[in-house]
Antibody, heavy 126, light 111 residues
Framework: QVQLVQSGAEVKKPGSSVKVSCKAS????????ISWVRQAPGQGLEWMGG????????NYAQKFQGRVTITTDESTSTAYMELSSLRSEDTAVYYC???????????????????WGQGTLVTVSS | QSVLTQPPSASGTPGQRVTISCSGS????????VNWYQQLPGTAPKLLIY???QRPSGVPDRFSGSKSGTSASLAISGLQSEDEADYYC????????????FGGGTKLTVL
């Protein structure tokens, strides 16, 4: 059974950066895309970007371009999302989520997320 | 303001059938498939429907999805108390270099 386990809650100052990890187990890490989705308190879901580990390149939502970096470490089956220049509006629960279909089979992202991490609360406050 | 438009709330009594709509545009629903997620309070979203009308293994056939033009809908038949949750539609959007867009979510209350 696939599991995505995320790092713990963070409290950050405005202007700083945060790096959240997402460790996968129980499946083939490299060939499935991982996306990051955030949810502000009481709000809806927002896609930030994704990465296919075996291909190595990430794609980002334009809103977060220049401020977010998504990477992976295949040796530990871990994906990372780093968000910089934090502001209060970035306070949210951040989720990692895995594509349902292998990127090798699908020749790219499928963007339908069948496994999710438990979420990491990032609080930005002075 | 979400790119995909959903009603903020819906309700029904046990056993009833309810539908939740999701309206988009030619750059998202009109040209790409729609997925639906269920989010129970305090938990991560769960994939309910993919590719417009396909159910992942383990999702009861009480849940069904459809798409027509630039709109989609989720139907839940035989409503049960455990269906009380937030529901989100999602699709790939070809604009702005491409990105996943979500609806604002619909809070379903089982009366």
């Amino acid at each position: 059974q696939v599991q995505l386990v995320q790092s713990g809650a963070e409290v950050k100052k405005p202007g700083s950066s945060v790096k959240v990890s997402c460790k996968a187990s129980g499946g083939t890490f490299s060939s499935y895309a991982i996306s990051w989705v955030r949810q502000a308190p009481g709000q809806g879901l927002e896609w930030m970007g994704g990465i296919i580990p075996i291909f190595g390149t990430a794609n980002y939502a334009q809103k977060f371009q220049g401020r977010v970096t998504i990477t992976t470490d295949e040796s530990t089956s871990t994906a990372y999302m780093e968000l910089s220049s934090l502001r209060s509006e970035d306070t949210a629960v951040y989720y990692c989520a895995r594509d349902r279909v292998s990127a090798v089979v699908n020749r790219g992202y499928s963007y339908d997320f069948d496994y999710w991490g438990q979420g990491t609360l990032v609080t930005v406050s002075s | 303001q979400s790119v995909l438009t959903q009603p903020p709330s819906a309700s029904g009594t046990p056993g009833q059938r309810v539908t939740i709509s999701c309206s988009g545009s030619s750059s998202n629903i009109g040209s790409n498939t729609v997925n639906w997620y269920q989010q129970l309070p305090g938990t991560a979203p769960k994939l309910l429907i993919y590719s417009n009308n396909q159910r992942p293994s383990g999702v009861p056939d009480r849940f069904s999805g459809s798409k027509s033009g630039t709109s989609a809908s989720l139907a839940i038949s035989g409503l049960q108390s455990e269906d009380e949750a937030d529901y989100y539609c999602a699709a790939w959007d070809d604009s702005l270099n491409g990105h996943v867009v979500f609806g604002g979510g619909t809070k379903l209350t089982v009366l």
